[in-house]
């Protein structure tokens, strides 16, 4: 597949006369960094994290106690108590994997949820900005997406946008 890009402005016919599409641009991640619920949800996340990242070192302590407990007993233990034991251990480490992998995906879920309202207000705090100033589209500018943006043909909407978040 072949791409062109032209260097030339678009156009759109508007009423017999070709007018400029007008467009607007902002980085996103900087616009949601700046709302004020931003560092709230940050903060819950950081509090949910430090309780699952307790969880995980409670679980890996009693790991550990049962093992140093299996080490110093193994040349003692009769043989059937030696193959309960390291089955103890081998489930007691599966399930401390299965949960590190659990609490992996609720924190991942934990944090889309969370974020999710704040999206969509600047969703539509982006289309309102858009829509007063009548641009065409927002252009997002994180990831180096647009490297380059003429500032006389596009409109830097990122403060019109943050004020209207506050």
Same mark, same amino acid.
């Given at each position: 597949m072949?791409?062109?890009?032209?260097s030339v402005p678009i156009m759109a016919q508007e009423e017999g006369h070709y007018q400029p599409i007008r467009f607007g641009y902002l980085s996103y991640d900087s616009a949601l960094v700046a709302m004020a619920d931003y560092a709230i949800v940050q903060q819950n996340m950081t509090n949910l994290r430090q309780a699952y990242d307790t969880e995980l070192l409670r679980v890996?302590?009693?790991?550990?106690?049962?093992?140093?407990?299996?080490?110093?007993?193994?040349k003692d233990f009769p043989h059937t108590i030696l193959l309960k034991r390291q089955t103890e251990l081998q489930e007691?480490?599966?399930?401390n994997i299965d949960f590190k992998k659990q609490g992996l995906s609720d924190l991942q #879920?934990?944090?889309? /949820? %969370?974020?999710?309202?704040?999206? #969509?207000?600047?969703? /539509? %705090?982006i289309a309102q900005v858009a829509a007063q100033q009548h641009l065409a589209l927002v252009l997002n500018t994180d990831s180096n997406a647009c490297?380059?943006?003429?500032?006389?043909?596009?409109?830097?909407?990122?403060q019109a946008v943050n004020d209207l978040l506050k």
């Open positions: 072949m791409m062109v890009f032209l890996e302590k009693e790991f550990n106690d049962k093992y140093e407990a299996f080490l110093e007993g193994q007691l480490l599966q399930r #879920k934990a944090e889309r /949820e %969370a974020m999710q309202p704040l999206r #969509k207000r600047l969703n /539509e %705090a490297p380059f943006i003429d500032p006389s043909l596009g409109v830097d909407v990122s």
